[in-house]
């Protein structure tokens, strides 16, 4: 039997424990990071731009607005426009807390017919921070057959890091945590 000081049986034992410690932590790491990239194509695919029929907005659109519609489609979408939905209230709170309404048109080509969800923030008619970045991914999807399939999954992976979060009302400057949300006040 060999015979083993405790300083060295010490000493071996918290190499043992921060070996173990430093292997495990790459991989809660390496877990945490597929977690975050489910939990945003999660997300994604839930807030795909999409016709809303409720709920409705009380006034649906005027004449202003529609005009407002299609100056901001012609950005994006060929001049037919074929259909404007029904004006919703309330946004998805990717969209920020600005976002009041939201309206989605199609445009159709001798192709295709091609959509596009826009937002009412701050009174204007403008194309959402969620449709922007499906404007993104669409883009991306359109060169997967010309990429790599590495720099694909890389630049897709980091396209899904980048897709917007809730924002909440910011708690005033004075009480030097203007980072995080205001909680909701009890009724």
Same mark, same amino acid.
């Given at each position: 039997?060999?015979?083993?000081?405790?300083?060295?049986?010490?000493?071996?034992?918290?190499?043992?424990?921060?070996?173990?410690?430093?292997?495990?932590?790459?991989?809660?790491?390496?877990?945490?990071?597929?977690?975050? #990239?489910?939990?945003?194509?999660?997300?994604?695919?839930?807030?795909?731009?999409?016709?809303?029929?409720?709920?409705?907005?009380?006034?649906?659109?005027?004449?202003?607005?529609?005009?407002?519609?299609?100056?901001?489609?012609?950005?994006?979408?060929?001049?037919?426009?074929?259909?404007?939905?029904?004006?919703?209230?309330?946004?998805?709170?990717?969209?920020?807390?600005?976002?009041?309404?939201?309206?989605?048109?199609?445009?159709? %080509?001798?192709?295709?017919?091609?959509?596009?969800?826009?937002?009412?923030?701050?009174?204007?008619?403008?194309?959402?921070?969620?449709?922007?970045?499906?404007?993104?991914?669409?883009?991306?999807?359109?060169?997967?057959? #010309?990429?790599?399939?590495?720099?694909?999954?890389?630049?897709?992976?980091?396209?899904?890091?980048?897709?917007?979060?809730?924002?909440?009302?910011?708690?005033?400057?004075?009480?030097?945590?203007?980072? %995080?949300? #205001?909680?909701?006040? #009890?009724?």
């Amino acid at each position: 039997m060999v015979k083993v000081s405790i300083p060295v049986m010490a000493a071996v034992l918290a190499f043992g424990f921060a070996s173990s410690a430093g292997a495990q932590e790459p991989r809660s790491s390496a877990r945490e990071e597929v977690q975050r #990239k489910y939990d945003a194509r999660y997300r994604a695919y839930h807030l795909r731009p999409r016709r809303r029929d409720e709920p409705l907005r009380y006034l649906n659109i005027s004449d202003y607005e529609v005009r407002e519609i299609q100056l901001v489609a012609e950005k994006y979408l060929p001049k037919v426009l074929l259909n404007i939905s029904p004006v919703v209230t309330g946004c998805p709170c990717e969209e920020g807390p600005q976002c009041t309404d939201q309206v989605y048109i199609i445009a159709e %080509t001798a192709q295709s017919a091609k959509g596009l969800q826009l937002s009412r923030v701050r009174n204007a008619w403008v194309v959402g921070t969620v449709q922007q970045w499906f404007l993104r991914y669409d883009e991306l999807q359109s060169r997967e057959d #010309k990429m790599e399939f590495r720099k694909f999954e890389r630049a897709e992976n980091e396209l899904f890091r980048d897709f917007p979060a809730c924002v909440g009302e910011l708690v005033p400057a004075e009480n030097k945590t203007a980072s %995080t949300p #205001k909680a909701e006040p #009890k009724k």
